[in-house]
């Protein structure tokens, strides 16, 4: 009698993963590419918001700018002093012109319009120790080296010289595109420029003096405006 010996049936071999420990070349260079895009967007990002801080902050300096500007020429227009009849007389064409004459021109720089003007008034920057009186004020435009147009105002005290730039003349203000001045009569009538000494504008002044600048560059250009009625003026009736 055979002993027959049971042996355990044997269980399906089981096969055991094994991790990997590597990435593929083609995997490392999707992930490459991954990261390289993730990275601008968030450098585009960050370069976006600076550009934008940097526009604002350079806006922010012209508007300033524009509204020093515009104040201080407000504040010496409506200070003009003109002459009135009986005192003042129509000039003749050998007479030395009136030294409180308002006169306004245009000159072409670069391609680019700048009003000029020349007016007389009480207001100045700052008092000094010889107190008030009436001023000689000038309003030009000059290009600078380094190709930027910049706004000047020149003051003289009486006796008025003939008028030249100086160094000590204040810049009122810079980065100037175009500067414009419209000048108005008693009816209302547009002009480009003014001579308060010419029979063409019948020897009166402005009644108002409307401004307009334009500052920054030619990318990115803002415009200012300020209108000015003039407390002081002059009328003559025209010859018959």
């Not at 003009?80 to 050998?94: E, F, G, I, S, Y």
């Not at 009136?98 to 100045?124: C, H, P, Q, W, Y």
């Not at 002009?191 to 402005?206: L, R």
């Not at 200012?224 to 018959?240: E, H, M, T, W, Y």
Request: glycine residues 8%; aromatic residues 10%; negative net charge.
């Amino acid at each position: 009698m055979c002993n027959k010996t049971k042996y355990p049936a044997r269980s399906p071999a089981k096969h055991k993963s094994i991790g990997r420990g590597a990435f593929t070349l083609l995997e490392i260079l999707v992930a490459m590419f991954i990261l390289t895009l993730i990275m601008g967007l968030v450098f585009g990002s960050f370069n976006g918001v600076f550009s934008n801080a940097d526009r604002l902050n350079a806006s922010g300096e012209l508007h300033e700018m524009a509204d020093v500007c515009l104040g201080r020429m407000t504040e010496d227009l409506q200070a003009v002093h003109v002459l009135q009849a009986p005192r003042h007389k129509t000039p003749d064409m050998d007479e030395t012109p009136d030294i409180f004459r308002v006169v306004g021109t245009n000159e072409i720089m670069g391609g680019k319009s700048f009003a000029t003007l020349r007016f007389t008034s009480l207001a100045r920057l700052a008092p000094d120790e010889n107190g008030g009186g009436i001023f000689e004020i000038v309003y030009y435009v000059q290009e600078e080296d380094d190709g930027i147009y910049r706004l000047y105002r020149a003051e003289n005290r009486y006796p008025y010289p003939e008028f030249e730039p100086k160094e000590t003349d204040p810049i009122v203000c810079e980065q100037l595109l175009s500067l414009k001045l419209t000048y108005y009569d008693k009816e209302g009538r547009e002009f480009e420029a003014w001579d308060s000494d010419n029979d063409d504008y019948e020897y009166s002044t402005p009644r108002a003096i409307r401004i307009e600048l334009k500052l920054g560059t030619e990318e990115n250009a803002y415009e200012f405006q300020a209108g000015i009625n003039l407390a002081v003026f002059r009328d003559v009736s025209p010859k018959r």
